[in-house]
């Protein structure tokens, strides 16, 4: 419309200024009918313009409000205590939301599986440096350990400590009992 004013606008003072130009070769009369009738017919093309417009104004005004109502999401509850029911664009909403939460939570989850895992990375890492620490003070103390040397293959596998694996005093204890280091008695 505003393309449209411009244009009706422009010729109109085109018109306007070719009588105001021209209003010493016309008489007085001449020149206030014709300003008149220039006016008049202003106005005429002015609300076929506004009356055009408008009809465009309303049928899109008309159009926006049907596309509004079918992809506004909506909700309502038929007789009011039963099951809530939802229109197309609401349901299509809710599926694309709920799509959106499932992958948000399953990369929480994978995060927090990750977490986990170098969690008991680091406690099993943490577990056996301090399995190893007490094992090398009960073997420089000359104590019994309170905890069997076996490797965690063993502990694994469920081999009972002291087979296979000799304990911290072991040479010396067998010793005490009439055996050699290598487990050979000497009586």
Do not use: C
């Amino acid at each position: 419309m505003i393309e449209d004013l411009e244009k009706l606008n422009k010729r109109f003072y085109a018109l306007f200024g070719d009588l105001r130009e021209n209003s010493d070769l016309l008489p007085a009369d001449q020149r206030e009918i014709m300003a008149k009738r220039l006016q008049e017919l202003y106005k005429k093309e002015y609300g076929l313009l506004d009356l055009r417009a408008s009809v465009e104004r309303v049928r899109e005004e008309y159009a926006l409000k049907l596309r509004y109502d079918a992809l506004a999401p909506r909700s309502w509850r038929f007789l009011g205590i039963f099951k809530r029911k939802y229109n197309s664009a609401a349901q299509i909403i809710g599926i694309e939301v709920m799509d959106e939460i499932d992958q948000e939570l399953e990369a929480r989850e994978l995060n927090l599986k990750k977490a986990a895992e170098r969690r008991t990375g680091q406690i099993q890492m943490d577990a056996e440096l301090v399995t190893g620490m007490l094992r090398w003070f009960a073997a420089m103390s000359g104590i019994r350990p309170l905890l069997p040397l076996q490797t965690a293959e063993a502990v694994e596998a469920g081999d009972e400590p002291g087979h296979g694996a000799e304990t911290a005093q072991g040479p010396q204890r067998n010793a005490e009992h009439g055996e050699e280091g290598d487990g050979r008695s000497s009586v």
